[in-house]
């Protein structure tokens, strides 16, 4: 048999699995361990798993392969495998890590299977020294194509490989193009005389031609052991032979196609004896075992070494360690790139490893040895790795890490490191430091290395700190770092590399400048080269998707015939700066007025559509804005579609949405994410719904929102106004028609959405009446009824889903709210003063309402805590609380969204004004503060004050206890008229409740 001709002296095995390209080894997710005798723990548990090996083979098995699909093809001497008969040839389909089915690959062969090669489309490639391969002639090699896991089809590779005493295929490669290369002793292939290597070009699964790689390589009575395959497509082969082609080489050589019939050999220098075994590294080194102890120059290698190719005819060599202190007869490549090494040796750079051992290569120069849990009884004869990281070893063995196992057997790392969170894609602008991270779950010690596109980073001073930390830090980054980043996590169970996280650092010019004062020419990179238009910067950023921020100093902007300024997506427009500032917190939009003005155009103000990223406009006041009459879009001063906006600190004012157009005078939101804060909308309107019944009011002066989330946070909303209903007509014939509906929302209309409304004024605001119904006229004694009036002159709701919290309605037609549907919620608010007796009214459908003081209410709609008492306005043209109203501590805690900590004037949203009852409900960020009805808390003055600080403490205790002495008035604190003991537990609680 082959094994006997050609094996007796190195006791080599057949299988050398072929370096695989870098590519493959990304895609491979394997858990790998690195673990002496003894280092298990209970989580990671490295062991040989013998379920494959009972009753495994009943002769050695010296080849295997594994297929696309994870299942394994185990070749050899044996005839039964698993308890089938199989004639040296079987497949085995793992069922889960220790159990697993086999089955025949048909008739098998004939004879020893050596060598095993699976190509792109799932066939095998068998080579050896069998005649017949299911059932057909098939000289040395042949194709099985599996067509399931039970059943395939063999045929022969032509001719095959010539007969002879010795001959024989002992092993195979593919090649990048698909080409398989048969390696062995043999003199003629497909006919060919070739010289131990030859080409295989399939031209169908059943049929191809043979070439004889430029003359092969050759040697009296030698033969070539073991092929790899290069990164570039070139091969390296190794063996007893002393000529490659024509070139003088020394047992080791490299091959170079140039087609598939002509290719050049080039020496890979000296190696001082027989090589048993090549394997490509992912970086294109080659790792060399075998019987030599020394290479080029007398360098001692033990049996094992490293081939660095500097070009295609030079290298060098280096060692690996001590090597080990036998043969080296197998070699395995695991996907971090560690390789298993097996051999009939004792020992493994310096590390006792009985015939099996771990090397780990930190650079191509140095490296680490480790030996598996327990070691074989008998060297390895074939190695192949599973798709989950797990080794199998086939052999002529009988027991394994003490336990029976027959000629096959598996070896399992144990329990892989978990990743809780991987890298995220990051976007950052150069010189913006940025973190990414990984979390990893597993036993101690964890290590990690970061990469970058599949290269491993290092700590650089002032540049990348963390490289083998969870966390890396990349500091004042430039373009040049972009790329995918994972991290590749080990402890002694094994390896995992996280999912990549695509990291872009962009030149951001991350700010453009506008100021109207500039002169004409700048760039915009400065308030020194700002641009003179507000137009420009938006052009600009129209090519700049790196821009964040646009600064626009004080002055008025309009853009004449150019139409609506257009927001670009995910930037934010802020105005208010003097044009001296360097941060935007420094800009006051009160005193630098920032004025984006509608000069008369009928078009929007400002516009955004169609944008998932989220813009901002902020610090402006938005102005004198039309829509033309009976438009199909709304939004006279900012119109948002399809879009995702924040205003904030702006006043929207002067807006008008023409005649029967959507409304929105001041804002229109149709299937967007809107959210206003700190803005005043005042004198926005909508237009009348023109000369007939058919032409509706348009909806929401200050803000329509259709189809729409929208947040309300501190605004202001005063004195804007709806148009009236249409007027009827006489249609020939026909009955007259009626007048049209009145308008509704003058503050803000709400249609099939959700919104938010917190801390905000509503005062002032006016919906037009119905319109006036036609008739009698053509002879009809019938005249039609006059449209009915407005409704919601603070808010009107067409269906939606509405939260309002601590706001104030005053002297608003048309009632505070209207509208139909059960979807909205009131909560701790005023409604007062709007309309007589129309506070809130709703056509169908029963809000919520609850602790809220509401004017004339009747109860109709239920409610908790609802009250009907005069609020006590503070009496001075505003709409605070005065110190006896019976809205201070009356409210809801719990209804108060949370974050919400301020009132509409910016103080504290939860004061405790001792003197007054609590009626309301504690909890929530209050606490037992418990919040006032209304957009503003009542804050004071403080009982127990005497230094008017603001608040009661120990600097108070002096000046009170003087005067409590001395039975002044300014001691009775808590107001019975009289100074007494009563006073001194009234100061103290309020001392602890800070007033």
């Given at each position: 048999m082959l094994l006997r001709l050609i094996g007796r002296r190195t006791n080599p095995a057949s299988f050398v699995r072929r370096g695989m390209p870098s590519w493959l080894f990304a895609a491979l997710v394997l858990v790998l361990t690195l673990f002496t005798p003894g280092a298990a723990t209970a989580q990671c548990a490295p062991r040989w798993l013998t379920g494959i090996g009972n009753p495994g083979t009943d002769g050695t098995v010296t080849a295997l392969a594994v297929l696309p699909d994870g299942d394994l093809i185990v070749g050899g001497t044996f005839s039964t495998a698993g308890d089938i008969a199989a004639n040296r040839i079987a497949r085995y389909h793992p069922t889960s890590t220790n159990t697993g089915t086999w089955s025949a690959l048909g008739e098998g062969v004939d004879d020893t299977v050596a060598a095993l090669a699976v190509l792109?489309?799932?066939?095998?490639?068998?080579?050896?020294?069998?005649?017949?391969?299911?059932?057909?002639?098939?000289?040395?090699?042949?194709?099985?194509?599996?067509?399931?896991?039970?059943?395939?089809?063999?045929?022969?590779?032509?001719?095959?490989?010539?007969?002879?005493?010795?001959?024989?295929?002992?092993?195979?490669?593919?090649?990048?193009?698909?080409?398989?290369?048969?390696?062995?002793?043999?003199?003629?292939?497909?006919?060919?005389?070739?010289?131990?290597i030859a080409r295989y070009r399939p031209t169908s699964p059943t049929a191809g031609t043979w070439s004889n790689m430029s003359g092969g390589l050759r040697s009296q009575g030698g033969m070539v052991y073991t092929v790899a395959v290069l990164p570039d497509g070139d091969l390296v082969a190794g063996g007893d032979f002393y000529v490659a082609g024509t070139v003088q080489v020394s047992r080791v050589a490299r091959y170079h196609p140039t087609s598939p019939t002509i290719g050049t050999w080039y020496a890979m220098g000296y190696v001082n004896d027989t090589p048993f075994r090549m394997l490509t590294l992912p970086d294109g080194d080659v790792i060399v075992g075998g019987v030599f102890t020394s290479t080029v120059g007398g360098l001692p290698v033990n049996h094992i070494a490293r081939y660095h190719p500097t070009s295609v005819s030079t290298g060098t060599w280096s060692a690996l360690g001590s090597g080990t202190d036998h043969w080296v007869t197998r070699l395995a490549l695991l996907a971090d790139g560690d390789v298993i090494v097996g051999g009939l040796f004792n020992s493994a750079g310096?590390?006792?490893?009985?015939?099996?051992?771990?090397?780990?290569a930190a650079s191509p120069t140095t490296g680490d040895w480790f030996p598996l849990v327990t070691g074989l009884d008998s060297a390895a004869e074939a190695f192949a790795v599973l798709p989950d990281g797990d080794l199998i070893a086939g052999g002529f063995f009988t027991a394994i890490g003490g336990a029976s196992a027959r000629s096959i057997a598996r070896y399992s790392w144990g329990s892989a490191i978990s990743l809780n969170e991987h890298p995220s894609d990051s976007a950052v602008c150069v010189g913006?430091?940025?973190?990414?991270?990984?979390?990893?779950?597993?036993?101690?010690?964890?290590?990690?290395?970061?990469?970058?596109?599949?290269?491993?980073?290092?700590?650089?001073?002032?540049?990348?700190?963390?490289a083998t930390t969870p966390s890396l830090n990349i500091i004042n980054p430039v373009p040049a770092d972009s790329g995918e980043y994972d991290c590749v996590v080990t402890n002694q169970c094994g390896t995992v590399v996280s999912n990549p996280g695509t990291v872009t650092i962009v030149p951001c010019g991350t700010v453009v400048y506008v100021n109207g004062s500039a002169p004409g020419g700048g760039d915009g990179s400065s308030w020194d080269a700002a641009f003179n238009t507000l137009q420009s910067a938006l052009d600009w950023a129209k090519t700049h998707p790196s821009l964040r921020e646009i600064w626009v100093a004080r002055g008025t902007y309009a853009n004449g015939a150019r139409g609506a300024f257009v927001l670009p997506c995910g930037v934010g427009v802020l105005g208010g700066f003097a044009g001296t500032e360097s941060t935007s917190d420094q800009r006051d939009w009160v005193l630098n007025p920032t004025v984006l003005a509608g000069d008369g155009i009928s078009a929007p103000v400002v516009l955004i559509e169609n944008c998932a990223m989220p813009a901002t406009l902020s610090g402006v006041t938005v102005r004198g804005g039309q829509t033309p009459p009976f438009s199909e879009n709304g939004g006279a001063g900012v119109r948002v579609h399809d879009s995702t906006l924040t205003i904030s600190d702006c006043v929207i004012s002067g807006n008008i949405a023409g005649v029967a157009s959507p409304g929105g005078g001041g804002v229109y939101a149709w299937r967007s994410v809107l959210r206003l804060e700190r803005c005043e909308l005042r004198g926005n309107s909508t237009d009348s719904g023109g000369s007939s019944y058919y032409d509706p009011p348009s909806s929401g002066a200050a803000l329509n929102s259709v189809d729409s989330d929208i947040t309300v946070l501190e605004c202001v909303f005063r004195d804007n106004t709806t148009g009236r209903g249409g007027d009827g007509y006489c249609e020939p014939n026909q009955t007259s028609l009626p007048g049209g509906d009145g308008g509704s929302g003058a503050g803000i209309a709400i249609r099939n959405g959700s919104a938010t409304i917190v801390n905000c004024l509503f005062v002032g605001n006016s919906v037009g009446g119905g319109g006036t119904g036609a008739g009698p006229c053509f002879n009809n004694n019938y005249r039609a009824p006059d449209g009915s009036p407005g409704r919601g002159g603070g808010i009107y709701n067409a269906g939606s889903d509405i939260n309002i919290v601590n706001c104030t309605f005053a002297y608003n037609s048309g009632g505070a709210i209207g509208g139909y549907g059960s979807g909205l919620i009131l909560s701790n608010s005023i409604l007062w003063y709007n309309d007589g007796s129309q506070q809130f009214t709703f056509s169908s459908g029963t809000p919520t309402v609850g602790y809220s003081c509401i004017q004339n209410w009747t109860g109709s709609y239920g409610g908790v805590g609802v009250i009907a008492s005069n609020p006590l306005f503070d009496g001075a043209g505003g709409y605070g609380l005065s110190a006896a109203s019976p809205c201070i501590d009356a409210g809801n805690n719990t209804a108060v969204p949370a974050g919400v900590l301020a009132d509409l004037a910016g103080d504290s949203r939860f004061f405790n004004v001792l003197a007054a009852p609590d009626t309301g409900v504690p909890g929530g960020a209050g606490g037992a503060s418990i919040v006032d009805m209304g957009a503003y808390e009542h804050g004071g003055p403080c009982p127990g004050d005497f230094n008017g600080d603001g608040g009661v403490d120990g600097s108070d205790v002096g000046a009170f206890f003087i005067d409590w002495e001395l039975g002044a008035s300014a001691a009775d604190v808590n107001g019975d008229g009289g100074v007494d003991g009563g006073d001194v537990q009234f100061f103290f609680q309020a001392w602890e409740a800070g007033c």
């Open positions: 792109p489309d799932g066939d095998v490639i068998v080579g050896g020294a069998f005649s017949q391969a299911g059932g057909i002639a098939a000289s040395m090699v042949a194709r099985f194509h599996p067509t399931s896991a039970t059943t395939g089809t063999w045929s022969a590779m032509g001719s095959g490989i010539g007969t002879g005493f010795g001959n024989g295929v002992a092993a195979l490669a593919v090649l990048p193009d698909g080409d398989v290369v048969a390696a062995g002793r043999f003199t003629v292939a497909g006919g060919l005389a070739v010289n131990n310096g590390v006792p490893a009985t015939r099996i051992a771990r090397y780990h913006e430091d940025l973190e990414i991270h990984v979390v990893a779950i597993g036993s101690d010690p964890i290590t990690y290395r970061w990469r970058r596109d599949g290269h491993t980073l290092s700590d650089q001073a002032g540049h990348i700190a963390g």
